[in-house]
């Protein structure tokens, strides 16, 4: 199935190429962030220059709120993100938007205006609104409500455009009233007069900054003011400009100023007060700048109507990050409007039409595709084959291009990485090995060549098909449709070994040798070992004696640890390891989900200098402890850009890292790098109801009174972690409930109703998982106090007086009661027996309309699962047939004639199929012109083919469709189970392979899936 994953190899790229995120606040000294983990290879590192940066996108066009154009984003001190639109503001909480507009909300105030310019976190958490037309507004989390400062200034109705805090705890606010500044517990505003008395001009205040020493800077226009701590008057910066307005101002970690301009590039001015130039190009010209931010390690992302040029502030250097349609994960769009770092240093970028976020610093692993382009002009290769050479350099080969290779430049002039063709490289090429001279293996679908170093002519050893190669001091072994063997020191030869037919299978599918001198062979069928000594070889199948913990025939990877054990990776079967016991080698352990595994179809097996063992899955890559079998997967927040990968594409480079080829391109994963520890992200209640009456969510420690009329409450939280990683929750009220009850993100809501009268607590967990796979309790719970009013009738007075009259009426009544008792219990003995007789009748009606098809009276999907399931279960003792049936050209009957008549001929196929079936033999319709027929106790292909020439013989004659009469062609795809244990999908892949060559045969015939690999 190469060509399945080679299409599905760029759509899996965007399912988890980005990393998530959390927030800070724009164009402004930024605290340090978390620093920057690196490779640990050099500080110059080349292929961290040319790795490309994934999106996540959390909002696109429809999906933001009030189809508003996006402006501005923040986060607060809570945690949350917010979301500036010209159509109001939003609050994001990693799942979903909840919107605030000029109408009060449930529980939330309403905002003066729709348009909201600027967003701003204070350095105390507070969220502050620059509005368009009025002025400036503060949100009060503990009423969702949104508030102006204490007195009335021309700042109410001024066009707010930028605002900043200094470390005395006054807020800048720059608008088209000119510069203000807010303090006080009750926000008093002061309007700074401009005069020779400030030193300001008249006019638009456009970008303000306190920087780290307090002095503070002022943008009005392309004129530069700073202003001193302690003092009271601005000084002009000569930038020497004359046209454009600055946007924004930055201060990077040696004290200069970054000066951004809209049309006319970017101003550096020194600590000392002097100015250069810094001009920036994209596509020949200068971009309008719209934003600029400190993406800390001293890079600085500039954001404009082009994308985004991030500048390294000590070295010059520039680099453009734009939105390409060859690559998912890029850049989603290029017209930006303002770029915006969160406070675990995730940038979010804010565009015309999508709020997206990236780790500018991945973490551990670094995602190639770019460079995978042969030419600018073409979209990436597929890399499905890689290996790494001792000379540092990464080589590939794909299905439809030359094998290539990526060197490293270790300087600092020149490209970081060069790509290449391998000199005479086929097609196709699936495996390389390496000699310690420089020579070079080329195995694939055009055959096996070696590459001498000394760039002579490459020497073709074999035409036939090769994919895999394993080079042993000065053997290499090539492994295809059998076993050779080619003498390293006189590269012209292959020999064929002739223990080679002795495996279980030809198709060699992974080698490895172990210190006791034997060669292992991975097959499609089998594992085996080879006595290189004798040529005996031994093979293991899945649960027998000697490898009971193997669990699939596929060995797609082998290797050796350091403890001299086997790990025999499969398709499908998770991992097996051997164990030599004296002579004999036997399976001591098994790897699965249950263990930690995202997938049990196994990629690629690599062991690192030290103990660690690696494996890429089809759900990801992981790294395995052989001592403890702790099992750590890399998530989102390491940096991980993809999740399937290539089986058996892998390899480790002379510095210790892992390059794997993914679906979607290299993944380069550092080992050297620990695991980026997992931050308590703050939890936190989004929504609270009670009683129907939405209510803000309490302060802590505060008690939510519920009135005695409601008694239901429905809790809403989140995790306000933006870093991709999986989210699951555990909830509990107590003392009403012992156990605890797991939702995932996309159930976060904890709902209760008839609550009894007192106080009780809902304690909210996040979830994380730990060493094995299994979850754990992680940072601080949400706790929520209820205190549910009684009713008058729940007084204690009224129920003790409550006891004593029923006691007195129990004793007058008891015989009364005895009687009715018995003529209600007749009366009820009919009505059950009346109702259970409906019950029984509507159970059958809701069968029937689960497991039918509505149109044809087939079994559906549904029904067919559950057939196929009991069948594959006892298909050794009992063996079938399973026929996939399709209607060659039944659009064009749809397309010519119409649905109805559509329709008309699906019944009256679905009836011919059930006159030419046995009764014992059951029929689907699986969609569309789509049937299914599992055929019971069918054994051979002779049966298979008796039943597929009666079912052409009764579609010989035309079937009647409405007022029309047509011939029906049918193609059909079979498939012979006669094994347990076979999954589902397998069993359908098959013949629906079997139905894709039918058609490929011309139509209207069938064809029998080849048997299936034990």
Same mark, same amino acid.
């Given at each position: 199935?190469?060509?399945?994953?080679?299409?599905?190899?760029?759509?899996?790229?965007?399912?988890?190429?980005?990393?998530?995120?959390?927030?800070? %606040?724009?164009?402004?000294?930024?605290?340090?962030?978390?620093?920057?983990?690196?490779?640990?290879?050099?500080?110059?590192?080349?292929?961290?220059?040319?790795?490309?940066?994934?999106?996540?996108?959390?909002?696109?066009?429809?999906?933001?709120?009030?189809?508003?154009?996006? !402006?501005?984003?923040?986060?607060?001190?809570?945690?949350?993100?917010?979301?500036?639109?010209?159509?109001?503001?939003?609050?994001?909480?990693?799942?979903?938007?909840?919107?605030?507009?000029?109408?009060?909300?449930?529980?939330?105030?309403?905002?003066?205006?729709?348009?909201?310019?600027?967003?701003?976190?204070?350095?105390?958490?507070?969220?502050?609104?620059?509005?368009?037309?009025?002025?400036?507004?503060?949100?009060?989390?503990?009423?969702?409500?949104?508030?102006?400062?204490? %007195?009335?200034?021309?700042?109410?109705?001024?066009?707010?455009?930028?605002?900043?805090?200094?470390?005395?705890?006054?807020?800048?606010?720059?608008?088209?009233?000119?510069?203000?500044?807010?303090?006080?517990?009750?926000?008093?505003?002061?309007?700074?007069?401009?005069?020779?008395?400030?030193?300001?001009?008249?006019?638009?205040?456009?970008?303000?900054?306190?920087?780290?020493?307090?002095?503070?800077?002022?943008?009005?226009?392309?004129?530069?003011?700073?202003?001193?701590?302690?003092?009271?008057?601005?000084?002009?910066?000569?930038?020497?400009?004359?046209?454009?307005?600055?946007?924004?101002?930055?201060?990077?970690?040696?004290?200069?100023?970054?000066?951004?301009?809209?049309?006319?590039?970017?101003?550096?001015?020194? /600590?000392?007060?002097?100015? *250069?130039?810094?001009?920036?190009?994209?596509?020949?010209?200068?971009?309008?700048?719209?934003?600029?931010?400190?993406?800390?390690?001293?890079?600085?992302?500039?954001?404009?109507?082009?994308?985004?040029?991030?500048?390294?502030?000590?070295?010059?250097?520039?680099?453009?990050?734009?939105?390409?349609?060859?690559?998912?994960?890029?850049?989603?769009? %290029?017209?930006?409007?303002?770029?915006?770092?969160?406070?675990?240093?995730?940038?979010?970028?804010?565009?015309?039409?999508?709020?997206?976020?990236?780790?500018?610093?991945?973490?551990?692993?670094?995602?190639?595709?770019?460079?995978?382009?042969?030419?600018?002009?073409?979209?990436?290769?597929?890399?499905?084959?890689?290996?790494?050479?001792?000379?540092?350099?990464?080589?590939?080969?794909?299905?439809?291009?030359?094998?290539?290779?990526?060197?490293?430049?270790?300087?600092?002039?020149?490209?970081?990485?060069?790509?290449?063709?391998?000199?005479?490289?086929?097609?196709?090429?699936?495996?390389?090995?390496?000699?310690?001279?420089?020579?070079?293996?080329?195995?694939?679908?055009?055959?096996?060549?070696?590459?001498?170093?000394?760039?002579? /002519?490459?020497?073709?050893?074999?035409?036939? !098909?090769?994919?895999?190669?394993?080079?042993?001091?000065?053997?290499?072994?090539?492994?295809?449709?059998?076993?050779?063997?080619?003498?390293? !020191?006189?590269?012209?030869?292959?020999?064929?070994?002739?223990?080679?037919?002795?495996?279980?299978?030809?198709?060699?599918?992974?080698?490895?040798?172990?210190?006791?001198?034997?060669?292992?062979?991975? $097959?499609?069928?089998?594992?085996?070992?080879?006595?290189?000594?004798?040529?005996?070889? $031994?093979?293991?199948?899945?649960?027998?004696?000697?490898? /009971?913990?193997?669990?699939?025939?596929?060995?797609?990877?082998?290797?050796?640890?350091?403890?001299?054990?086997?790990?025999?990776?499969?398709?499908?079967?998770?991992?097996?390891?051997?164990?030599?016991?004296?002579?004999?080698?036997?399976?001591?352990?098994?790897?699965?989900?249950?263990?930690?595994?995202?997938?049990?179809?196994?990629?690629?097996?690599?062991?690192?200098?030290?103990?660690?063992?690696?494996?890429?899955?089809?759900?990801?890559?992981?790294?395995?402890?052989?001592?403890?079998?702790?099992?750590?997967?890399?998530?989102?927040?390491?940096?991980?850009?993809?999740?399937?990968?290539?089986?058996?594409?892998?390899?480790?480079?002379?510095?210790?890292?892992?390059?794997?080829?993914?679906?979607?391109?290299?993944?380069?994963?550092?080992?050297?790098?620990?695991?980026?520890?997992?931050?308590?992200?703050?939890?936190?209640?989004?929504?609270?109801?009670?009683?129907?009456?939405?209510?803000?969510?309490?302060?802590?420690?505060?008690?939510?009174?519920?009135?005695?009329?409601?008694?239901?409450?429905?809790?809403?939280?989140?995790?306000?972690?933006?870093?991709?990683?999986?989210?699951?929750?555990?909830?509990?009220?107590?003392?009403?409930?012992?156990?605890?009850?797991?939702?995932?993100?996309?159930?976060?809501?904890?709902?209760?109703?008839?609550?009894?009268?007192?106080?009780?607590?809902?304690?909210?967990?996040?979830?994380?998982?730990?060493?094995?796979?299994?979850?754990?309790?992680?940072?601080?719970?949400?706790?929520?106090?209820?205190?549910?009013?009684?009713?008058?009738?729940?007084?204690?007075?009224?129920?003790?007086?409550?006891?004593?009259?029923?006691?007195?009426?129990?004793?007058?009544?008891?015989?009364?009661?005895?009687?009715?008792?018995?003529?209600?219990?007749?009366?009820?003995?009919?009505?059950?027996?009346?109702?259970?007789?409906?019950?029984?009748?509507?159970?059958?009606?809701?069968?029937?309309?689960?497991?039918?098809?509505?149109?044809?009276?087939?079994? %559906?999907?549904?029904?067919?699962?559950?057939?196929?399931?009991?069948?594959?279960?006892?298909?050794?003792?009992?063996?079938?047939?399973?026929?996939?049936?399709?209607?060659?050209?039944?659009?064009?009957?749809?397309?010519?004639?119409?649905?109805?008549?559509?329709?008309?001929?699906?019944?009256?196929?679905?009836?011919?199929?059930?006159?030419?079936?046995?009764?014992?033999?059951?029929?689907?319709?699986?969609?569309?012109?789509?049937?299914?027929?599992?055929?019971?106790?069918?054994?051979?292909?002779?049966?298979?083919?008796?039943?597929?020439?009666?079912?052409?013989?009764?579609?010989?004659?035309?079937?009647?469709?409405?007022?029309?009469?047509?011939?029906?062609?049918?193609?059909?795809?079979?498939?012979?189970?006669?094994?347990?244990?076979?999954?589902?999908?397998?069993?359908?892949? *098959?013949?629906?392979?079997?139905?894709?060559?039918?058609?490929?045969?011309?139509?209207?015939?069938?064809?029998?899936?080849?048997?299936?690999?034990?």
């Amino acid at each position: 199935m190469r060509w399945l994953r080679y299409g599905l190899g760029w759509m899996l790229i965007a399912a988890a190429s980005v990393l998530g995120a959390a927030a800070i %606040n724009p164009d402004r000294p930024h605290p340090p962030a978390p620093a920057a983990s690196v490779f640990t290879v050099a500080a110059h590192d080349p292929w961290r220059s040319v790795a490309d940066l994934f999106f996540k996108v959390a909002a696109r066009d429809a999906a933001i709120p009030d189809a508003g154009l996006p !402006r501005a984003v923040a986060q607060d001190g809570q945690g949350f993100i917010w979301l500036a639109t010209d159509g109001g503001l939003a609050r994001w909480d990693g799942v979903g938007f909840k919107s605030y507009t000029t109408e009060p909300g449930p529980a939330t105030g309403a905002l003066p205006e729709l348009m909201v310019s600027t967003l701003f976190a204070d350095r105390g958490g507070r969220l502050w609104l620059g509005m368009n037309a009025e002025g400036l507004l503060w949100h009060d989390p503990a009423t969702e409500t949104f508030r102006r400062p204490a %007195n009335r200034t021309a700042l109410d109705h001024a066009h707010v455009q930028a605002i900043d805090d200094d470390d005395a705890g006054n807020l800048w606010v720059g608008s088209d009233r000119g510069l203000a500044v807010v303090g006080g517990p009750d926000y008093h505003v002061t309007m700074v007069a401009p005069g020779s008395a400030s030193g300001l001009p008249a006019g638009t205040v456009r970008a303000v900054m306190a920087d780290r020493h307090g002095a503070l800077w002022v943008a009005s226009g392309v004129r530069l003011f700073r202003r001193e701590r302690g003092s009271r008057r601005f000084t002009e910066i000569a930038l020497g400009l004359t046209t454009g307005t600055i946007e924004s101002l930055v201060e990077d970690r040696q004290g200069r100023l970054w000066v951004a301009t809209d049309t006319s590039g970017l101003v550096v001015v020194d /600590p000392a007060g002097g100015s *250069r130039r810094f001009g920036i190009e994209q596509n020949g010209r200068a971009p309008v700048v719209t934003s600029m931010i400190d993406a800390g390690d001293d890079q600085l992302w500039v954001g404009s109507r082009d994308g985004i040029v991030e500048v390294d502030a000590s070295t010059r250097d520039v680099r453009h990050l734009t939105h390409d349609p060859a690559i998912p994960g890029s850049l989603p769009e %290029n017209g930006l409007n303002q770029l915006f770092r969160d406070r675990s240093g995730m940038i979010w970028v804010v565009g015309d039409a999508t709020l997206s976020y990236v780790d500018p610093v991945p973490h551990r692993v670094l995602g190639l595709v770019s460079i995978l382009r042969p030419r600018a002009d073409v979209a990436p290769e597929a890399a499905w084959s890689v290996g790494a050479a001792p000379d540092g350099s990464i080589w590939y080969g794909s299905a439809d291009a030359p094998a290539r290779r990526l060197t490293p430049n270790r300087n600092a002039h020149g490209a970081p990485v060069r790509q290449s063709t391998v000199p005479g490289a086929r097609r196709g090429v699936t495996a390389f090995a390496f000699t310690p001279g420089g020579g070079a293996f080329t195995a694939g679908e055009d055959g096996l060549f070696f590459t001498p170093a000394n760039s002579r /002519p490459p020497i073709t050893l074999s035409s036939a !098909r090769w994919s895999r190669l394993l080079l042993d001091g000065t053997t290499l072994y090539v492994g295809g449709d059998g076993v050779g063997a080619v003498d390293v !020191r006189h590269p012209t030869t292959l020999t064929h070994v002739a223990w080679s037919k002795m495996l279980s299978d030809p198709r060699v599918r992974s080698m490895a040798t172990t210190p006791d001198g034997a060669l292992w062979v991975g $097959t499609a069928r089998g594992l085996n070992r080879v006595d290189l000594a004798s040529g005996k070889v $031994t093979a293991f199948q899945p649960h027998s004696a000697a490898a /009971p913990e193997l669990q699939a025939n596929y060995i797609s990877t082998l290797l050796v640890d350091h403890h001299g054990r086997l790990w025999a990776g499969t398709l499908g079967g998770g991992i097996t390891i051997f164990q030599r016991d004296g002579t004999t080698w036997r399976s001591v352990r098994h790897l699965g989900r249950s263990d930690g595994l995202p997938h049990d179809t196994i990629d690629k097996l690599l062991r690192v200098p030290g103990a660690a063992i690696w494996a890429s899955t089809d759900g990801g890559i992981v790294r395995i402890d052989p001592d403890t079998w702790a099992v750590t997967p890399l998530r989102a927040a390491d940096g991980v850009p993809f999740v399937a990968n290539w089986t058996g594409a892998g390899d480790v480079l002379p510095d210790g890292r892992l390059v794997f080829a993914s679906f979607g391109g290299l993944a380069l994963v550092d080992p050297a790098v620990p695991a980026r520890p997992t931050v308590a992200a703050p939890l936190r209640f989004t929504a609270i109801d009670a009683g129907g009456h939405a209510v803000p969510p309490p302060q802590p420690g505060a008690v939510l009174t519920i009135a005695s009329a409601e008694r239901s409450v429905t809790a809403e939280f989140a995790l306000l972690d933006y870093a991709g990683r999986d989210q699951t929750f555990a909830y509990r009220l107590s003392p009403l409930e012992q156990g605890w009850t797991r939702v995932d993100a996309q159930h976060r809501v904890a709902r209760y109703t008839n609550l009894p009268p007192g106080t009780s607590t809902l304690v909210v967990w996040a979830l994380a998982p730990s060493a094995g796979g299994r979850l754990r309790p992680v940072g601080t719970p949400l706790v929520l106090k209820l205190d549910v009013q009684r009713k008058w009738f729940e007084t204690t007075v009224f129920r003790v007086f409550t006891v004593l009259a029923l006691i007195a009426a129990v004793v007058a009544l008891f015989q009364l009661r005895m009687r009715a008792a018995r003529s209600r219990q007749r009366r009820l003995e009919h009505l059950v027996a009346q109702r259970t007789a409906e019950l029984l009748v509507s159970q059958t009606e809701l069968e029937k309309l689960a497991y039918t098809d509505t149109l044809t009276g087939l079994g %559906n999907r549904r029904r067919y699962g559950e057939v196929v399931g009991r069948q594959l279960a006892q298909a050794r003792r009992q063996p079938f047939a399973l026929l996939l049936i399709d209607l060659d050209r039944f659009k064009q009957v749809n397309d010519e004639l119409g649905h109805d008549t559509g329709d008309a001929l699906l019944v009256a196929v679905a009836d011919r199929l059930s006159d030419a079936m046995r009764q014992r033999d059951t029929i689907f319709r699986l969609g569309g012109d789509e049937f299914a027929i599992v055929v019971a106790d069918v054994a051979d292909a002779h049966a298979v083919g008796e039943v597929c020439r009666r079912l052409y013989a009764t579609f010989a004659k035309p079937v009647s469709a409405g007022a029309h009469r047509l011939r029906v062609a049918l193609s059909i795809g079979a498939v012979i189970v006669d094994r347990d244990e076979q999954a589902m999908e397998v069993v359908y892949r *098959r013949a629906d392979q079997a139905l894709y060559e039918a058609k490929n045969a011309g139509r209207g015939t069938w064809r029998i899936a080849s048997p299936a690999v034990p």
